[in-house]
């Protein structure tokens, strides 16, 4: 994760609506140098994640937190200013500790059987394994991650795109007590989706058991 950078300099600290209780800090990825693979991939920018983590008046239960256009998150790209303000974080606010993204490693990830099946791609159980799978790993990769293909729980549920409807793709996936200290329902798994071309678009859903 990395630590924020500031806020555009006129505004404030993003505060969910329904309780006032400022957002946490999750997420922020400079979208201009991500690795040579994914350079424009994305568009330019600062992507931002903010998230109510409110437990006292429950609001995931309340406001749907799972959806991808719910307003208990702030997901979005903002353009890097000139001037910024100094960022502090809200008082009385318990915040995750900063963490910093100093490198990315480069892996092979395979979509799970139903979303290689709407390819086309039928995959046979020996072969998939004998090939694929180890010990070690399995396919989706879980875990926290740039791009690839979406750890699905339950079924397949990219959001679409408000402007043109189109399916939306993978950005960053984050997943429950990872990087961050936090749980997704019953060890759910999220996903920052955009739409390939209204690169504005960008959108945040999680699932669990």
């Known amino acids: 994760m990395l630590v924020n950078q500031g806020l555009p300099k006129d505004e404030q600290w993003p505060k969910y609506p329904h309780c006032q209780n400022p957002l946490q800090f999750f997420l922020q990825l400079n979208l201009n140098t991500l690795p040579e693979a994914l350079k424009n991939e994305f568009g ?17 239960c309340d406001y749907e937190e799972w959806e991808p256009f719910s307003d208990i ?13 100094d960022v502090k974080n809200p008082e009385n606010k318990k915040v995750f500790p900063p963490k910093l993204i100093v ?33 070690e790993d399995s396919f989706p990769i879980e875990g926290d991650k740039l791009s690839g293909w979406p750890f699905w729980i339950q079924g397949i549920e990219y959001p679409n795109c408000p402007i043109c409807g189109e399916r939306m ?3 960053f996936q984050v997943d429950s ?33």
């Open 73 to 85: 998150h702030l997901i979005r790209i903002v353009q890097p200013e000139t001037e910024a303000k």
């Open 103 to 135: 490198d990315w490693q480069q892996l092979e990830d395979y979509p799970n059987y139903a979303e290689a099946a709407e390819f086309g791609i039928e995959l046979d159980d020996e072969l998939y394994e004998d090939n694929f799978l180890t010990e």
């Open 44 to 60: 330019s920018g600062i992507l931002q994640m903010f998230y109510c983590t409110n437990e006292e008046l429950l609001c995931d």
């Open 177 to 209: 007590d990872d990087n961050l200290s936090f749980m997704f329902g019953d060890s759910g798994c999220g996903h920052i989706t955009q739409c390939q071309h209204h690169k504005n678009q960008v959108a945040f859903a999680w699932t669990c058991l």
């Open 169 to 171: 793709r993978l950005v």
